[in-house]
């Protein structure tokens, strides 16, 4: 199973940028998937998670400008960012929680991340 990231990029504040995440390989399904964002010298978080049945959740940091969706017939998920600020700076991660069969356990996969920068 792969997880390859795109997107990302340079842009200033107030502007708008989109990301975009495929899982590919040997996929039964997608339990949920999400982003994660890694600033400088901080902790990896959680920015946004999307599961199957379509329900999402945000870090309040980002809640009303970031909007998650998701493909689930290609096994990918978007991530558009609005109203960026300089703190958004971040490597930003894909997440995927993935059955290889119907009745396996879910397993996680990674992306290698792409860099997002927001100059003020």
């Known amino acids: 199973v792969r997880v390859q990231e795109s997107g990302g990029g340079l842009v200033q504040a107030g502007g708008s940028l989109g990301l975009s995440c495929e899982a590919s390989?040997?996929?039964?399904?997608?339990?949920?998937m999400a982003w994660y964002r890694q600033g400088p010298g901080m902790e990896r978080e959680l920015v946004a998670r999307?599961?199957?049945?379509?329900?999402?959740n945000y870090a309040n940091s980002v809640k009303d400008r970031f909007i998650i969706s998701s493909d689930n017939s290609k096994s990918t998920v978007y991530l558009q960012m609005n109203s960026l600020k300089p703190e958004d700076t971040a490597v930003y991660l894909c997440?995927?929680?993935?059955?290889?069969?119907?009745?396996?356990?879910?397993?996680?996969?990674w992306g290698q991340g792409t860099q997002v920068t927001v100059s003020s």
């Open positions: 390989g040997l996929i039964s399904s997608v339990d949920f």
């Open positions: 997440y995927a929680s993935i059955r290889m069969t119907q009745l396996s356990t879910p397993r996680d996969y």
């Open positions: 999307i599961f199957n049945d379509g329900h999402t």
